[in-house]
């Protein structure tokens, strides 16, 4: 069982680190902040990553169940949720982005008149996006049926979004050590492992649905 804990913890935090994005959100951050005194800075940060926490976790407890009741199977939702991380995989790799796990070219110019971007876009979709929530759901169905490896995840998830503070709070420090070359390889190391993840996911997911036996 403690095998199974540790499994289920490396996986959840790899996909959220990945689809969150600390590096990213980090340097998007430094740049949308860069005329903000450095308290303004730190409550934008403390605040903006309390509240994508909350959504994050709500998605987690609560998009299963709600997924449920508008007839959505565990078998479309593994493989419906490997597509999105595979395809956000696949854009961490070529370093590029549709707005699944950073900003869109509209957000980031609506972003750059507003003076605190706690809530938008930094709280969401910056790191509770489409990708996060949509690996926080996928992960805590996979553990359904052991409330100690859902815990897992949640406490993978809350460890992934502890990193993604810190590097808020030091963004500045992490833009200047890392430059952009060295986020992106960060980036693609965690695309690949993400991408890998999330094929699985669309086979346990076809497995699961019984087409395979059902073309047999």
């Given at each position: 069982?403690?095998?199974?804990?540790?499994?289920?913890?490396?996986?959840?935090?790899?996909?959220?680190?990945?689809?969150?994005?600390?590096?990213?959100?980090?340097?998007?951050?430094?740049?949308?902040?860069?005329?903000?005194?450095?308290?303004?800075?730190?409550?934008?940060?403390?605040?903006?990553?309390?509240?994508a926490?909350?959504?994050?976790?709500?998605?987690?407890l609560?998009?299963?169940?709600?997924?449920?009741?508008?007839?959505?199977?565990?078998?479309?939702?593994?493989?419906?949720?490997?597509?999105?991380?595979?395809?956000?995989?696949?854009?961490?790799?070529?370093?590029?982005?549709?707005?699944?796990?950073?900003?869109?070219?509209?957000?980031?110019?609506?972003?750059?008149?507003?003076?605190?971007?706690?809530?938008?876009?930094?709280?969401?979709?910056?790191?509770?996006?489409?990708?996060?929530?949509?690996?926080?759901?996928?992960?805590?169905?996979?553990?359904?049926?052991?409330?100690?490896?859902?815990a897992?995840?949640?406490?993978?998830?809350?460890?992934?979004?502890?990193?993604?503070?810190?590097?808020?709070?030091?963004?500045?420090?992490?833009?200047?050590?890392?430059?952009?070359?060295g986020?992106?390889?960060?980036?693609?190391?965690?695309?690949?492992l993400?991408?890998?993840?999330?094929?699985?996911?669309?086979?346990?997911?076809?497995?699961?649905?019984?087409?395979?036996?059902?073309?047999?």
């Amino acid at each position: 069982m403690s095998s199974d804990i540790i499994e289920t913890a490396v996986v959840a935090f790899t996909a959220f680190f990945a689809t969150i994005g600390p590096l990213d959100v980090a340097a998007i951050f430094a740049a949308l902040t860069s005329t903000a005194t450095r308290s303004a800075r730190r409550r934008m940060a403390v605040r903006g990553t309390l509240i994508a926490t909350a959504i994050l976790v709500a998605a987690a407890l609560f998009g299963e169940p709600l997924l449920d009741m508008l007839g959505v199977s565990l078998a479309a939702l593994r493989t419906a949720g490997g597509v999105l991380l595979l395809l956000i995989g696949i854009e961490m790799v070529f370093a590029r982005s549709s707005g699944g796990h950073t900003t869109t070219e509209e957000e980031a110019r609506e972003a750059a008149a507003k003076q605190d971007i706690s809530v938008f876009p930094l709280a969401t979709p910056l790191i509770a996006g489409p990708g996060a929530m949509g690996a926080a759901i996928l992960l805590m169905s996979n553990a359904s049926g052991s409330v100690v490896l859902q815990a897992a995840v949640i406490a993978s998830l809350l460890a992934a979004l502890v990193v993604t503070l810190v590097s808020l709070l030091l963004a500045g420090e992490i833009v200047r050590f890392l430059g952009v070359t060295g986020a992106h390889v960060i980036g693609r190391i965690f695309g690949i492992l993400l991408a890998a993840m999330a094929v699985q996911f669309i086979f346990d997911g076809i497995a699961q649905s019984g087409l395979i036996d059902a073309v047999e």
